[in-house]
């Protein structure tokens, strides 16, 4: 049940109440960020955000933490181009302590100019660490060549000349001019009753001063008239680039259709680019397209991540689907697919408290309206397949496009292949874009059999089942969703020096095909019935797990069994897996804190498993067969060695029969024991 109202101090409240767990989330949304400051203060909103934990009129130095991590409480903020998020997720009986300390960090930090000046140093460290992370690097780069002059281009996290220098006078004008009850809303979300929060919430939230917001009037960015192109040398190993051009605010009437035509292009293994220049190629470490459509105008990007010898290869397959697109081949079904999704993005959005309180607050901050999803979701039921082509060429003109990379390779290799690029895109937009489109269709909407009756609260079930495992069930039916786990000891513990990483390698190819589909076959069926499937494997235990919707149990679950028993493996998709595996092996000096991390590994446990990377290395890699990673999975999956838990809305009759049934395929076996070594720590032995 959702609540909207408001206080005498202009505080926006939304209250959501879920009884699933005894748990809430408290969160305070403030619509001021990075794109709302002026030049000589870049990043204060990101500065603000460290230091409104440092301390208030009520609370010194740390108290603020203590007390919620005393509380088993989390605490955490962010900041982004609009808006700046402050949230804590706590057990419901220490409710009124998390709206106790969101209220002092909002209406009464301190601002005292010592821990101003030691938390400078803070930030300025991780302004210094984004330079060493290439998502980071890549993603600055495609925004600063996207906006020219409005400050999307400027990074969230700020300069760290500004840092150094801003005063606490300074910090405490920004804060009382945007920091005001009438810029927030707070959202509570989680097992609690509003008859007695309400009071609570008034009680620690309406003498909160109702400072003036002052208007802050962002600068407009001038229009484009020619592509853009910047190549940012670094020294990674691996490269990225992205091909963006700008779109409407997220409230424009093209927005909807903007968003289904990126899914088509690159959001599920079924779509175009990830299903051919991925999974069939495997060309890329990962592609995706999104759109980022924030309060002003944002972005349509196509991401990727791959070795920079592939770049042009690459390249011309996204030239390949945008042609496809833009030419007016989009098919009924794969808008249904992205339609679907979408909506149950919504679905699966409320597994948590927190997911809630996002969900709930994205919406509030966009449009005021909380509940706008469901307003959404009806637009997009209208858009047809002429609309998303429409949009496309209306958006993606070649006059547009900005290309933006960082990669290790020569520039004056790499430039002229997107030049190319660009050349050959705008040639391929002029032949297609006078293409006459057929009538757009829409997918029929299709009617959910599955209801939701009041919310069920159980206990944790175990069931020995005559097939030998041990399966765990809770039952709560609050979200028409359920999760099935199953997991078998072993993992890293069951390697040895000669296959190091096999398990690893088995948890990448696992979710490939089944014994009667193929891997393409395998992720439409996953995308007709929306679940979702992935391996893990770690250093004690290997295995799969699904989340699907409650209306396919049956399905799902059996898809899910097909998956986990497969005893076929394609030796194409291995050669794939082992190439990336590889890439990725190469590609550690990227990541100074896995290293770090192994290197600590490697000095607890000499001589144990626990030593090993999960990844594995090259020598190790490199001799792995198929018949090698079907005996390993085979070696963990025997009765006695697994455990299966299923959680969520399910028809617990139906799903243990059908659970009893498919594991009859599972071998007999003892539970998995390895001996090693005791392993013994060294201490100092002298007192003092």
């Not at 397959?317 to 697919?337: A, F, N, Q, R």
């Not at 637009?379 to 958006?395: L, S």
């Amino acid at each position: 049940m959702l609540q909207k109202y408001q206080l005498r101090n202009g505080l926006k409240i939304v209250l959501v109440q879920n009884n699933k767990a005894p748990v809430v989330s408290v969160q305070a949304w403030v619509k001021t960020g990075s794109a709302d400051e002026v030049k000589g203060i870049e990043g204060i909103s990101h500065f603000i955000e460290h230091l409104v934990f440092k301390g208030s009129e009520k609370y010194g130095v740390g108290e603020i933490a203590q007390k919620v991590e005393g509380a088993g409480g989390q605490l955490n903020a962010y900041t982004s181009f609009d808006q700046t998020v402050f949230y804590i997720t706590i057990s419901k009986e220490f409710t009124g302590t998390a709206l106790d300390m969101i209220s002092q960090m909002m209406g009464y930090p301190t601002f005292d100019p010592k821990e101003i000046d030691n938390e400078r140093e803070v930030v300025i460290e991780e302004i210094k660490r984004s330079n060493d992370s290439l998502s980071r690097v890549a993603s600055q780069n495609m925004f600063s060549t996207v906006f020219k002059k409005h400050p999307y281009g400027i990074p969230v996290i700020g300069y760290d000349k500004v840092v150094k220098t801003v005063s606490a006078k300074k910090i405490k004008e920004y804060y009382n001019a945007r920091y005001s009850p009438k810029n927030m809303t707070l959202i509570v979300t989680g097992d609690f009753e509003s008859k007695k929060l309400k009071p609570e919430i008034k009680q620690h939230f309406e003498k909160i001063p109702a400072y003036r917001v002052k208007t802050i009037k962002r600068v407009k960015e001038p229009a484009q008239k020619t592509p853009r192109l910047e190549v940012k040398n670094t020294k990674f190993q691996e490269s990225r680039f992205q091909l963006s051009w700008k779109v409407p605010h997220a409230m424009h009437k093209d927005t909807p259709a903007l968003d289904l035509m990126s899914a088509i292009l690159g959001q599920s293994e079924t779509s175009r680019m990830i299903k051919t220049i991925k999974n069939e190629k495997g060309l890329v470490q990962f592609i995706f397209s999104s759109t980022y459509t924030p309060i002003d105008e944002g972005l349509f990007s196509i991401s990727a991540g791959l070795d920079a010898a592939n770049i042009k290869q690459v390249l011309d397959e996204v030239l390949i689907s945008l042609k496809s697109l833009l030419s007016g081949e989009v098919e009924v079904g794969e808008l249904k697919t992205a339609i679907t999704n979408f909506e149950n993005e919504e679905v699966y959005s409320k597994q948590t408290v927190d997911g809630i309180a996002n969900h709930v607050g994205h919406y509030m901050f966009l449009t005021g309206d909380p509940e706008y999803s469901k307003k959404l979701n009806k637009k997009m039921r209208a858009i047809t397949t002429k609309d998303v082509i429409a949009v496309a060429r209306k958006y993606l003109k070649p006059d547009l496009i900005c290309v933006s990379a960082a990669t290790n390779a020569e520039t004056k290799k790499v430039e002229p292949l997107f030049k190319a690029f660009v050349k050959d895109y705008k040639k391929m937009y002029n032949s297609v874009k006078g293409v006459r489109l057929a009538v757009g269709k829409k997918p029929k909407k299709e009617a959910s059999t599955f209801k939701i009756g009041e919310l069920k609260k159980s206990k944790v079930e175990k069931i020995k089942l005559k097939s030998g495992p041990e399966l765990l069930i809770y039952e709560t039916n609050d979200v028409p969703l359920f999760h099935v786990q199953l997991a078998a000891l072993g993992g890293a513990r069951q390697e040895v020096d000669s296959n190091m990483g096999i398990g690893s390698m088995l948890s990448n190819v696992w979710v490939s095909g089944t014994n009667k589909l193929t891997e393409a076959e395998l992720h439409q069926k996953l995308e007709d019935i929306s679940a979702s499937v992935s391996a893990f494997s770690g250093r004690n235990s290997i295995g799969l797990k699904m989340t699907s919707l409650s209306k396919t149990q049956d399905e799902a679950l059996n898809l899910y069994f097909d998956i986990l028993f497969t005893n076929k493996l394609e030796q194409s998709v291995l050669e794939r897996e082992r190439l990336q595996t590889l890439i990725s092996i190469k590609n550690r000096v990227d990541n100074p804190s896995h290293l770090a991390s192994q290197k600590f590994m490697e000095m607890m446990f000499p001589s144990h498993p626990y030593s090993f990377d999960l990844e594995g290395k090259v020598a190790t890699i490199t001799p792995i067969t198929v018949e090698d990673i079907l005996n390993f999975k085979k070696q963990h999956l025997v009765d006695q060695n697994i455990k299966i838990v299923l959680v969520g809305a399910v028809d617990k009759k139906r799903a243990i029969k059908l659970i009893e049934s498919r594991l009859k395929e599972v071998e007999k076996g003892e539970s998995f024991v390895r001996s090693y070594p005791p392993l013994h720590l060294e201490t100092n032995s002298e007192s003092h």
